[in-house]
């Protein structure tokens, strides 16, 4: 990852600013794939996707898609509702407050790794869908922004 986007970097210009929040965001998706397929039964297919893009309208973005628990996609649900009703400055504001607390730490997954890419992002998205046996598959995604 890091040499795709130097290579990258090159090629675009992208300044060193949004090659670190690319970088930044698909660090906690790869963290938050690993930790939430973990917890997903071992006979079903828990592969997971992560995608790093650019589109003209709304430039780089990243993209992840996993299979989680449906005990696991309400809590992610909750933690996204939440940030999706803040300003920026009240996540930059409650992300320095957990980081603080040194609470939702990464290893437990799901807590403050999402405040980190809302404060990287221009923009998040995400959706789940009910595949049965009380699993669901989480796509999510990141627009970094242009340059």
């Known amino acids: 990852m890091t ?7 090159e090629k675009s ?6 090659a670190n929040n690319i970088f930044v965001v698909f660090i906690e998706l790869s963290q938050n794939l690993m930790n939430y397929t973990k917890k997903v039964e071992k006979e079903f297919d828990t592969k997971g996707l992560i995608l790093v893009g650019k589109n003209e309208n709304d430039g780089y973005f990243v993209y992840s898609q996993n299979v989680v628990r449906k005990e696991d996609a309400d809590k992610i649900k909750k933690i996204l509702e939440h940030i ?4 920026k400055d009240e996540i930059k504001k409650i ?3 957990l980081r603080r607390a ?6 437990k997954g799901g ?3 999402f405040y980190e890419i809302a404060k990287k992002s221009k923009k998040i998205e995400y959706s789940f869908e009910d595949i049965g ?3 669901m598959i989480f796509r999510f ?3 970094v922004g242009k340059d």
Not at 13 to 18: D, E, P, R
Not at 102 to 107: I, L, P
């Open 3 to 9: 040499e795709a986007l130097e290579k990258e970097a």
């Open 84 to 87: 999706l009703s803040l300003s």
């Open 111 to 113: 807590g403050i790794g």
């Open 133 to 135: 046996n009380d699993k």
């Open 102 to 107: 040194k609470r939702d730490s990464h290893q």
């Open 141 to 143: 995604k990141a627009i």
């Open 13 to 18: 210009l992208l300044s060193m600013t949004l």
């Open 95 to 97: 992300y320095r407050e």
